[in-house]
DNA sequence: GAACCGTGGGA
DNA sequence: TTCCCAAGGTT
């Protein structure tokens, strides 16, 4: 039964390819599919949704054109590019790449699997990605759109994250590639995905492929792709303090590897179970940066919610007490006082950056 | 193989 | 509010 017995794949291709040169949805980095454009869009793509990616990537295009421009920049800017889009060693590594393409390959995005795979942030589905839409190569690619469109149209018994579930996925989008159209194809399959074979409520009526659709034929659609339970998120409660001394903030860099690696961040961690958010920032000041610290006010509650964590961020305005200690921070990158008005000059984790603007309310209504 | 790495939007 | 998860890669 999940063995598809569809013996017309070329067909399946064609309609697919058709469907998309009339119903694609115009996007930037489909106007001249340059091999640059390609590669920085997949890489803001993975994981996120292209309504999200759309102006961080006209943004970023426009500010690093090309290779060599985004090669010359600093982490720290491209970091601050990437603000708010998550998931930040995609930046970090697409600059350690484009570095990377400047010395080994003069600045040419290469055209060949082995070459793209050497290339930090590129896997296996980026390097498709790459050779099919930028190079136009007869490779398929497979992300989730394709796993579930596949997994719904042979309505496959098992998850297409199993080493079985990969095999039939990679055969069918394989057998259903329509040789010489591969830039085309493989955007149909995951253009479907986003826009018709949704996850929830699927527009089946719609669906220019429905007539072979297997699991719409055993009324099976709602239940394919099959889902492995999720774990469950863990709660916490974290103290954060805006420490402030001659008109300047301090603020700190996050050490490579890990969250938020290169971002910056304002003091403060963890409250352990049975302490006040108030203990806990007292406490993590001492900890962290050597300095006793008075807590003024509080500023806020950020709830935030992370893959595996849900968060709720308890933030104070707090001075040193006394005056004119010498801080010394542990386990930061790098660290720094600067005023107010340049914290827009530094990359902030999302929650930081929501309480930089409450921050800046409060000032504006107090003044 | 499994854990880790973010965020915002929609239902 | 709470839950889902989206054009994956690295370790």
Redesign the pocket.
């Known amino acids: 039964m999940c063995h598809s017995q569809d013996r017309t794949p070329s067909e399946v291709g064609r309609d697919l390819v058709q469907w998309f040169l009339e119903n694609q ?1 115009d ?1 930037p ?2 106007r001249d599919y340059s091999p640059y454009g390609v590669w920085v ?3 803001m ?9 759309v102006p961080y990537y006209l943004r970023w295009m426009k500010r690093f054109p090309d290779v060599p421009s985004l090669a010359a920049a600093t982490e720290d800017e491209v970091l601050l590019y990437w ?8 930046a970090r ?1 697409l600059l350690k790449a484009a570095r990377l393409v400047m010395e080994r390959f003069g600045g040419r995005v290469p055209d060949t699997e082995a070459d793209l ?1 050497v ?11 790459i050779l099919s ?1 930028a190079y136009n190569r007869d490779v398929p ?1 497979v ?6 469109v596949a997994a719904r149209l042979l309505d496959l018994d098992v998850s297409a ?3 079985e579930g990969r095999r039939e996925v990679l055969r069918a989008a394989t057998q259903w590639l329509v040789p010489g159209k591969a830039r085309f194809y493989n ?1 149909a399959l ?2 479907l ?2 826009v018709i074979c ?4 699927p527009k089946c009526l719609a669906c220019p492929v429905a007539a072979r659709c297997l699991a719409l034929r055993h009324g099976t659609v709602e239940n394919r792709p099959v ?1 492995s ?3 469950r ?1 863990e709660e916490l409660r974290v103290a954060i303090g805006v420490l402030r001394e001659n008109g300047k903030i301090y603020i700190q860099k996050r050490p490579e ?5 290169g ?1 910056w961040e304002f003091p403060g961690g963890k409250a352990l179970e049975a302490e006040t958010p108030r203990v806990a920032l007292v406490r993590e000041m001492e900890e962290e940066l050597g300095v006793r610290v008075k807590i003024v006010d509080k500023i806020g509650v950020v ?8 968060v709720t961020l308890h933030a104070y305005r707090c001075v040193p007490d006394p005056p004119g200690q010498i801080v010394r921070p542990r386990a930061c990158a790098a660290w720094k006082w600067v005023r107010p008005s340049e914290l827009d000059l530094f990359a ?7 309480l930089i603007q409450a921050l800046r309310k409060a000032a504006d209504a107090g003044s």
Request: without cysteine; charged residues 20%; glycine residues 10%.
């Open positions: 949805r996007l980095w489909r869009s997949e890489i793509l993975q994981q996120t949704q292209v309504a999200a990616v603000e708010g889009l998550g998931y930040y060693s995609r590594n795979r290339l930090p942030g590129v896997g296996p589905y980026t390097a498709s990605a839409l690619v992300d989730g759109n394709v796993e579930r994250k199993s080493p955007q995951m253009e995905g986003a949704t996850p929830a409520h889902r339970p999720r774990p998120w590897g890990g969250l938020f690696a971002l709830r935030h919610a992370y893959t595996r964590f849900r902030f984790p999302a929650a930081n950056r929501r």
